[in-house]
């Protein structure tokens, strides 16, 4: 159950919604829950799944913005947030109202405390966390009022170890790491030995994912290694600051902005990813590029990260750009280095990522609904 479908750029919300049908879907009749009307068409179809919306109502993600525009001083678009939540508000007791009349039977998903608002507390359900603890039981004021709203689940399934030992403290909790759509991925044989001096960053263009820290780490990578370069994937809202930034710092001969791209082979031209977030629930695109052979050098962005990369191993996890810079300058410089690593990403991923350990967790789950 979603608050609205999600579309193919709606990162990794939709590789869990892909993942779950083709793991389960032999297994299990499974129907897509929408809150709101959506008006995305670009979702992956299934035959075998039935697609429902509880509210004809149209989803406005303007409710969203309000605490970011607030800060920002943006009092337009904070009037704007404040007029959708007069039709986001009453749609509440309407969607729990029909939720208890259709969700009557089966296993109950809730994708994100958001979606879990507008259940009936009649109804017992499993709560799935994509995003990180602190967000939803935090200091955030919009994550915790959606935490604070929905009813308690059955079961709280986070993306990682420790964001699960966190929740033991609340509720009953437990850890699910996500994975990816192996047909998706080519396995190389040349596995970490692309040695082109080319890093790449996957992900949304907002200031979660923090693309503009990158930029500070390739102006001082290109000043060592002047055949460097670095491209981005994705898109979003900084887009158009990213590319102001990249030629005021006259980085525009090689940070390249290749916008958004669904090919999960990308990884194998490169010789490592590049992670800025701020905060993750899980980092997708570590795995992602951990299949193809390649490493990762990654932000701290929560304790599990390092659950995700194994720190000197199958990549680095650094806490500055100097930092970041001088990681990255390594495995550039160091051939065995960046092997080795980009073996142990691959090792890594068919360890403790598979989709077969994937499915048999969810039919475990399912069983003792």
């Known amino acids: ?8 750029k709606d990162g990794g919300l939709i590789a869990t919604y892909v993942n779950f049908v083709q793991e389960l879907s032999e297994e299990y009749e499974i129907v897509l829950v929408s809150v709101f009307r959506s008006e995305t068409t670009d979702i992956p179809a299934f035959a075998n799944v039935q697609v429902m919306t509880l509210l004809d109502i149209p989803f406005d993600n303007r409710f969203y913005m ?3 525009n607030a800060m920002n001083g943006d009092l337009s678009g904070a009037a704007l947030a404040v007029f959708s939540s007069l039709m986001f508000f009453p749609a509440i007791p309407l969607a729990r109202c029909a939720s208890s ?3 009557k039977d089966g296993v109950i998903v809730a994708v994100a405390p958001l979606s879990a608002v507008f259940l009936s507390s009649k109804l017992k359900f499993y709560l799935e966390v994509h995003t990180n603890f602190e967000y939803f039981w935090g200091r955030n004021l919009l994550g915790r009022l959606q935490s604070l709203m929905m ?11 420790s964001d699960a030992t966190k929740g033991a403290r609340l509720f009953k909790s437990c850890y699910m ?11 190389h044989t040349n596995r970490g030995r692309v040695n082109n001096m080319k890093a790449l960053f996957v992900g949304r263009l907002v200031e979660q994912k923090n693309p503009l820290f990158l930029l500070k780490v390739a102006a001082i990578v290109r000043k060592v290694l002047p055949s460097f370069s670095l491209d981005i994937y994705g898109a979003g809202p900084l887009d158009g600051q990213l590319r102001a930034q990249i030629q005021d710092m006259k980085l525009d001969d090689c940070v390249h902005l290749k916008g958004f791209v669904s090919d999960k082979s ?7 990813l590049w992670v800025s977030s701020i905060n993750e629930g899980f980092g997708l695109v570590i795995v992602e590029a951990a299949a193809n052979g390649v490493p990762t050098i990654s932000t701290r962005w929560g304790d599990a990260v390092y659950e995700v990369i194994e720190d000197g191993s199958s990549g680095f996890v650094a ?24 073996n142990e990403a691959y090792q890594k991923y068919r360890t403790d990522f598979s989709q077969e350990s994937h499915k048999e967790n969810w039919i475990r789950l399912i069983s003792e609904y």
């Open 266 to 272: 990308i990884y194998s031209n490169y010789d490592m």
């Open 1 to 8: 159950m979603f608050d609205k479908i999600p579309s193919s």
């Open 101 to 103: 009349k259709i969700l």
């Open 66 to 68: 309000f605490p970011h």
């Open 319 to 342: 806490d500055s750009v100097t930092s970041f810079a001088d990681k990255a300058l390594a495995v550039f410089q160091d051939s065995s280095l960046r092997n080795n690593m980009g």
């Open 151 to 161: 009813a308690k689940p059955a079961l709280t399934i986070f993306r990682n170890k």
């Open 177 to 187: 790491y996500n994975t990816i759509d192996a047909s998706q991925i080519a396995f």
